[in-house]
């Protein structure tokens, strides 16, 4: 008997896990975090045992992005501290380290080898992409050490917080498969990703696509007019059929190709918005990780095999 109750018990936990994260404990610790896809991973591990709250919502660049009074006051408040790492909240490295002093902090980089990495393009050395969300088997196993983090960390729900894991890593390697399926159907002399700035290089390793982008791998560098005529003469050169812009980027260089390109008799298409620093609003299917990498994924399909 004892038996069959732990065994249902384990079931429903892992069935939930599969689920959007369930409502959250308001008299338990408090997780604070960072961007959206952050966020999105430890809400289905820590479930109903914490509360977590996010410093930047859809459409915010982490790049860029500086604390707030607000931010500061709750990041002081926190009982643990989770971030992306890897110098994507660059303005912020110096607050994580202090707090880190007092109260546990983690950064999400910090689970994946260092030869799963990428190098960062750019004069700075030994620097690493921080794009890592999108590469989503890389992202599996970075969730898994956060697992093991926080129960280690929340030894009195340690149990449910690896099961949790467990299952929601399960969900990601699937994602892996199925996105790796739907993206056969873009034929190789299509898969050219370009894009404001350099985030889909770990999409790209993954899923075998060239990616270009304006401005590397930060939105904090600066774009050129020799960059726009590089890029425009690369369209031109290969026939590539679409560019995209990002949620929480500008526009604005990605229009000055697609200009550069109509003014030398190659009018290129936009292909849409894809999701790079930030998801989409919570109450949409772009509001979880999962629903905004097969936006992205659709997205590309839909522009990069449509016939001109």
């Given amino acids: 008997m004892r038996t069959s109750i732990f065994t249902a018990l384990v079931c429903a936990i892992l069935l939930q896990a599969c689920k959007q994260p369930e409502t959250e404990n308001t008299d338990g610790p408090l997780i604070v975090v960072t961007t959206g896809m952050v966020?999105?991973?430890t809400r289905h591990i820590a479930g109903p045992d914490a509360r977590v709250e996010a410093l930047m919502g859809p459409g915010v660049d982490p790049h860029l992005y500086k604390a707030t009074q607000g931010d500061l006051v709750l990041l002081r408040k926190a009982d643990i501290i989770i971030y992306n790492g890897l110098h994507l909240e660059g303005k912020m490295q110096e607050i994580f380290d202090q707090l880190a002093e007092t109260k546990p902090v983690y950064a999400m980089g910090a689970g994946i080898p260092p030869q799963n990495l990428l190098d960062a393009n750019g004069p700075q050395q030994k620097n690493y992409d921080p794009h890592i969300w999108f590469d989503v088997g890389i992202w599996a196993g970075a969730v898994q050490k956060l697992g093991y983090f926080l129960s280690s960390n929340m030894p009195e729900h340690s149990d449910s917080l690896i099961l949790r894991t467990a299952a929601y890593t399960d969900t990601l390697l699937a994602l892996h498969r199925e996105i790796s399926q739907t993206l056969q159907a873009v034929p190789a002399n299509k898969r050219t990703?370009?894009?404001s700035h350099d985030a889909f290089r770990y999409f790209g390793r993954a899923y075998q696509f060239k990616v270009v982008g304006l401005q590397g791998?930060?939105?904090?560098?600066?774009?050129?007019?020799?960059d726009v005529t590089?890029?425009?003469?690369?369209?031109?050169a290969e026939?590539?059929?679409?560019?995209?812009?990002e949620s929480s980027v500008s526009e604005k260089s990605i229009r000055s190709v697609m200009d550069g390109c109509a003014a030398k008799g190659h009018p290129i298409q936009l292909g849409g918005t894809l999701y790079s620093d930030a998801m989409g609003a919570a109450d949409t299917p772009e509001g979880s990780y999962t629903g905004m990498v097969r936006s992205?994924?659709?997205?590309?399909?839909?522009?990069?095999?449509?016939?001109?």
């Fill in 39 to 41: 966020a999105d991973a």
């Fill in 239 to 245: 026939g590539i059929p679409a560019v995209f812009v």
């Fill in 193 to 195: 990703i370009i894009t």
């Fill in 217 to 226: 791998i930060s939105t904090a560098a600066e774009f050129g007019l020799k």
């Fill in 230 to 236: 590089d890029m425009v003469d690369l369209i031109i």
């Fill in 296 to 308: 992205n994924v659709q997205t590309l399909v839909n522009a990069l095999t449509r016939k001109p």
